[in-house]
């Protein structure tokens, strides 16, 4: 199974920080990597798909990069609506698995 | 719009068997895989199965195999997750998800609203 890693567990930081979130897969993964945002009592929602590619409707302060076993997700200029879990999920192979996730606290 | 509708809460005991449906809607559903990831409580989310809405071709998370089946309806357009011989450890939110495409290499981009499974002695 391919262990993906992300770092930090818990990120403190204020509206209109810069902040970056690391995802590392314990082999290549090419660029099939996604980020999802998870908020209390709501479904999760794909914010990023082929590590850098915005889904429709996510707004342009989160990018992707990365390929084969380094990935990270930026946020510039962060929002209150930003303050979530984000999850970073291999969909290269079975089975697919996620990152422990990391939590976006305010500071 | 695209969207998938889950079934209600479950309240279940130790031992007994589950079964979540997953209804779509927005869309056709056998060009489109489904797969089910769960959260138990204070935990991050888990990838449990996928299945093939055009074939019923299958993939299981190992420590699952044995207890989970995945099955579809597509005259109803309609998933369902059954997981036997519950245990505690069970307790947890359950989500269904599309698939972008049929198989993996694709991302999932619409969720079901989600489904508590609570089991209890």
């Known amino acids: 199974d391919i262990q993906m890693t992300q770092s930090p567990s818990t990120l403190s930081a204020s509206v209109g920080d810069r902040v970056t979130i690391t995802c590392r897969a314990s082999q290549s993964i090419s660029s099939w990597l996604a980020w999802y945002q998870l908020k209390p009592g709501n479904a999760p929602k794909l914010l990023i798909y082929e590590a850098s590619s915005l889904e429709g409707g996510v707004p342009s302060r989160f990018t992707g990069s990365g390929s084969g076993t380094e990935f990270t997700l930026t946020i510039i200029g962060l929002q209150p609506d930003d303050f979530a879990t984000y999850y970073c999920q291999q969909y290269n192979s079975y089975p697919f698995t996620f990152g422990q996730g990391t939590k976006l606290e305010i500071k | 719009q695209v969207q998938l509708v889950q079934s209600g809460v479950e309240v279940k005991k130790f031992g007994a068997s589950v079964k979540v449906s997953c209804k779509a809607s927005g869309y056709t559903f056998t060009n489109y895989g489904i797969t089910w990831v769960r959260q138990a409580p204070g935990q991050g989310l888990e990838w449990m199965a996928w299945?093939?809405?055009?074939?019923?071709?299958?993939n299981y998370a190992q420590n699952l195999q044995g207890r989970l089946t995945l099955t579809t309806d597509t005259s109803t357009s309609t998933a369902y997750m059954e997981l036997r011989s519950l245990i505690s450890d069970d307790t947890a939110v359950y989500y269904c998800?599309?698939?972008?495409?049929?198989?993996?290499?694709?991302?999932?981009?619409?969720w079901g609203q989600g489904t508590v499974v609570t089991v209890s002695s």
């Open positions: 299945i093939s809405t055009y074939n019923g071709n299958t």
């Open positions: 998800a599309r698939l972008r495409g049929y198989h993996f290499l694709h991302p999932f981009d619409v």
